[in-house]
T-cell receptor
């Protein structure tokens, strides 16, 4: 159980275009989904936290107008990189957690396989 | 703010031997969780093991065990009987009243 899918796995786009990445929890309802960015040989950097049906909470320094996050259902969250530029090229990875009785500190996050974005 | 530290950027271990990956954290939260994830070269993050701050026993999952020393604020991952497929990046992560915070990771290389 606890499978998270992410689509596409790899995308190459031209500068100025927008790219949408989907994150789905396949066998559980994800009350919270998270979007991370990872640079080569670096750790994961949290971009935003999204709860189903409400606006995403962005981390400091992350442009909410550039990285649009929608969490329309308990199994789907999308990240849209708008007007992409070469510096947006990165590995984007989502995770999902199912709220448990113990509270946030016990929620295990399950990660999708990631999306490698290359902006030309 | 929570801080999590992995002091070993890289580790080598002989196949079939055990290896310990270090992780320390700094927090004033009373209730928190510690996680270890494995990231192979494919990029996916694979959940390995979880330890809650109030758990009295160290967590174990197959060949993975967590050496949790609350007073020292350390949560080291022990991998027993290393296999070649264990070669990967390993991330320690902390969850308290804030979203998951990751350490910088340790690259483990298993040698035949």
């Amino acid at each position: 159980g606890a499978v998270v899918s992410q689509h596409p796995s790899r995308v190459i786009c031209k500068s100025g275009t927008s790219v949408k990445i989907e994150c789905r929890s396949l066998d559980f309802q994800a009350t919270t989904m998270f979007w991370y960015r990872q640079f080569p040989k670096k750790s994961l950097m949290l971009m935003a936290t999204s709860n189903e049906g409400s606006k995403a909470t962005y981390e400091q320094g992350v442009e909410k107008d550039k990285f649009l996050i929608n969490h329309a259902s308990l199994t789907l969250s999308t990240l849209t990189v708008t007007s992409a530029h070469p510096e947006d090229s990165s590995f984007y990875i989502c995770s999902a957690s199912e709220a448990l009785a113990g509270g946030p500190s016990t929620d295990t996050q399950y990660f999708g396989p990631g999306t490698r974005l290359t902006v030309l | 703010a929570q801080k999590i530290t992995q002091t070993q950027p890289g580790m080598f271990v002989q196949e079939k031997e055990a290896v310990t990956l270090d992780c320390t954290y700094d927090t004033s939260d009373q209730s928190y969780g510690l996680f270890w994830y494995k990231q192979p070269s494919s990029g996916e993050m694979i959940f390995l093991i979880y330890q809650g701050s109030y758990d009295e026993q160290n967590a174990t999952e197959g060949r993975y065990s967590l050496n949790f020393q609350k007073a020292r604020k350390s949560a080291n991952l022990v991998i027993s009987a290393s296999q070649l497929g264990d070669s990967a990046m390993y991330f320690c992560a902390f969850s308290g009243n804030t979203p998951l915070v990751f350490g910088k990771g340790t690259r483990l290389s298993v040698i035949a």
